[in-house]
């Protein structure tokens, strides 16, 4: 079984899985530098991030990081350090209960695109639950294959069949034809666009591309864009982070601060400068909501204080 050998690959067995699903990468050159970019690199953060929410009750979150095998995947990158690992944990179950909560705002809106989907399992629970729900989960297609199949085999272990509403579509945020395709699959009306954690791997230039079609597809669909990553997730004097963020950076080649703001009030200029209408919410906001606080042993103040700092923004094209 392909779930089964995942288990066991570890990390880098993953990185050359995803090599071998995407024969011919999509590489995009830096418009200063001319390096080419493999974004299939990024691929086994996607693991990481699974493992912080299999610590959480986000629906089918521990049944898929076991389908994939996160905790195997993620070990060379996550630090011994048991109040980083808290931390991590509070602020990554926090990150998707905020753009769930964000997007609840916006009941109008039943047509959706998530790019990246990584491994997210938005998709999967909102289908489920409402019928006239239609998602469409994005990635590059080696990540897009791993989670097909992952998926598959969750709702086979539940006796399930797929529901057609739940589609997946290579693309990558930077392609305006990809992103067309995309919402190609979707009947007519306003789209939800979710992007959770990929803003703070791309520099000043992609976030342009990245924002430029975003915006032309709102412009012509209308809807909401969700945005994550903002500024840093944990303090620039934290020793254990930077060690978490070296791992990611050495097995990844990409560091995942590179496009994160200095702070939210420049996030929110640069995307006003961009033609789109800012909505902040702080993570904070879900505190009630977070399964791991209890588990965490960090205080309520602790907590406050380190989700207050960072931000959901949903934007609307003007």
């Known amino acids: 079984m392909y779930e089964a050998s995942l288990r066991v690959i570890g990390v880098r067995g993953l990185l050359r899985r995803l090599r071998e699903w995407l024969p011919v990468p999509r590489l995009l050159k830096h418009e200063k530098t001319g390096r080419q970019k493999d974004y299939a690199n990024i691929g086994p953060t996607a693991a990481l991030i699974a493992y912080y929410r299999s610590c959480s009750d986000i629906p089918f979150a521990r049944q898929l990081a076991y389908e994939i095998g996160a905790e195997s995947a993620s070990r060379q990158m996550i630090v011994d350090d048991s109040l980083l690992l808290a931390k991590a944990i509070v602020a990554f179950e926090a990150r998707f209960k905020s753009v769930d909560a964000v997007l609840r705002r916006y009941p109008g809106i039943t047509r959706f695109i998530e790019i990246p989907a990584g491994f997210s399992t938005r998709g999967l629970t909102m289908t489920r639950s409402n ?119 050495v097995l990844t080649g990409f560091s995942p601060i590179t496009g994160c703001f200095n702070s939210l009030e420049e996030a929110r200029r640069f995307f006003e400068g961009l033609g789109f209408r800012v909505h902040d919410y702080r993570r904070s906001e879900v505190i009630d909501k977070l399964s791991a606080v209890a588990a965490s042993r960090l205080t309520s103040s602790e907590i406050l204080a380190f989700l207050e700092t960072q931000a959901t923004f949903a934007l609307e094209a003007e």
């Open 131 to 249: 019928p006239c729900v239609e998602y469409v989960e994005c990635d590059l297609e080696a990540m897009l294959t791993a989670k097909r199949r992952a998926v598959a085999q969750l709702i086979a272990d539940m006796g399930e069949r797929q529901s057609d509403s739940l589609r997946f579509q290579a693309a990558n945020i930077l392609d305006p034809d990809q992103l067309h395709l995309a919402a190609h699959e979707l009947s007519s009306g306003p789209i939800g666009i979710i992007t959770e954690g990929l803003l703070s791997y791309l520099n000043r230039d992609e976030k342009r591309i990245a924002a430029g079609n975003i915006h032309q597809l709102l412009k012509s669909c209308g809807g909401v864009w969700v945005i994550t990553d903002l500024t840093r997730v944990f303090a620039t004097n934290d020793a254990r982070a930077a060690e978490l963020r070296h791992n990611i950076s």
